[in-house]
């Protein structure tokens, strides 16, 4: 099973970037995201006229990650509907959602190296103090947020078996997100209702235990954090499995499964 | 009978406008009942619109019908998909279905994973359809270097993968050349030969006539005619002009 997981995940990265050099794929993955990570953290440090950037470059190198998580699992069964690959998805016997994972696997271990990488390098730039910290820990926080991002990119796949307006839907996350996730505005300046709601999405307690790497030395907190952004995660995931049985069987009532 | 279609009834509802929502309601198969033999090819003919590849796609699990029951392999199309899935496969017309930039031979290995087969039957079955299609020299090329017909082709190996006991072709043959059609038209004939029962939709005669036990003539989403193709035609009377006369008439 682990076999053909990584068998199915590996054609679908191939399919996709067959057509790229080495020298375009590279640049694709390591400079597009430093360029992206540079911009938010400048933005941040005029905005808020801050000396220490640490807190901007965790959060914009998280959500950077993540975006590859819920952009690829979100578009998942779209492309292959504007393909005309989702019947045959649809018809096989194999588990929708680990077909969308299987899409997704080889993106997302490559956004891992690659913000990783950027986070390094923008690091450099930005005078973030990221050699005192424990890397391995970061590696640990990046993981179980891009888990639970997951979970809601699956979420949002189901979606897309009933609609064919992922864009709208995809990008109105992404900035909610943004806005909310506290990777660029402080959660606790926020209204009492956008606290609750940040709360409920990935990412949140993710970045907030990277940060806390920087600042404070407090393990059961970051456990705490680690633990519930896991859990998030899980709903999620627990949420797209209900998800995707139910929009598969209204998508086969109501014929939007294509274009028909 | 392997497939059984009884009082099959399925509309498209769609919704316009902005203030006033005006709802509109298309049927697309009216009530049609048929039944399929376990290794015949039975033939769906009938003008674009008829209500052919609703049908087709409702067998494939795809679409569920309004009214009516399907059954494939004696299982219901809509509420027993899971134990029909596994034992079937479609080839539909056209260049769409298959990655352009993976190998064919990567393609069908996508796909057998898709039906789980264990990889070392895969990996003989994906042989045998190459050779089949007459693929195997450009086995390790990327599909996106394809012609039409080539990509056709490789449709037909792609629906062979699972080893289905139910082949549904919808128009498998548009955009093929002669021979390109002449060889999904053997392949068929290899197929059924092996006990494999096809359903086929096709707008050109002479491939109905030639490889079809039964024939049923849909058209606005009702079943005008069903035979074999030598009981619908009169004596001296082609397909084609069994299919105006018996189609043409109520079109007119």
Known sequence: ?260 | MIIEVNEFKRTYTTYKGWVSRKKETVTAVNGISFAVEKGTIFGLLGQNGAGKTTTIKTLITLLAPTSGTCKVLGYDTFRQAKQIRPRINFIFGGELGVYRRLSARDNLAYFSNLYHVPPSVAKARIEDALDLVGLTDKADILCETFSKGMLQRLQIARGLVNDPEILFCDEPTVGLDPLGARMLRDVLKVLRGRGKTIMLTTHYMPEADELCDTIALIDGGVIVAMDTPSMLKNDGESLDDAYVRLVGKKEG
């Open chain 1, 1 to 260: 099973m682990l076999r053909r997981f990584s068998h199915q995940a590996w054609l679908n990265f191939k399919g996709a970037n067959a057509a790229f050099s080495f020298e375009e794929f590279t640049l694709l993955r390591l400079l597009y995201p430093l360029v992206t990570l540079t911009f938010y953290v400048l933005l941040a440090a005029y905005s808020f006229n801050a000396e220490n950037l640490t807190h901007w470059v965790v959060g914009n190198s998280f959500l950077l990650c993540v975006n590859v998580s819920l952009f690829t699992l979100g578009q998942g069964f779209d492309s292959e509907r504007i393909d005309g690959r989702l019947r045959s998805i649809i018809v096989a016997p194999e588990n929708k959602l680990v077909a969308v994972l299987q899409k997704a696997a080889f993106p997302m271990l490559v956004s891992v190296i690659t913000v990783f990488a950027g986070f390094i390098v923008s690091s450099l730039i930005f005078s973030v103090p990221f050699y005192e910290i424990n890397l391995w820990l970061f590696m640990v926080v990046v993981i179980v947020s891009m888990f639970a991002a997951s979970g809601l990119g699956l979420l949002l796949a189901a979606l897309s078996l009933m609609t064919d307006s992922m864009h709208l839907i995809l990008n109105t996350m992404n900035y909610v997100l943004m806005i909310f996730c506290g990777a660029n505005f402080p959660i606790a300046q926020m209204p009492a209702w956008a606290g609750v709601l940040s709360q409920a999405l990935p990412l949140t307690r993710g970045i907030e235990a990277a940060n806390m790497l920087f600042t404070q030395n407090n393990p059961a907190a970051f456990a705490g954090l680690i633990f519930g952004e896991f859990v998030i995660g899980a709903i999620f995931f627990l949420l797209a499995f209900l998800a995707i049985k139910y929009a598969e069987r209204t998508a086969i009532r109501r014929a939007s499964l294509e274009l028909f």
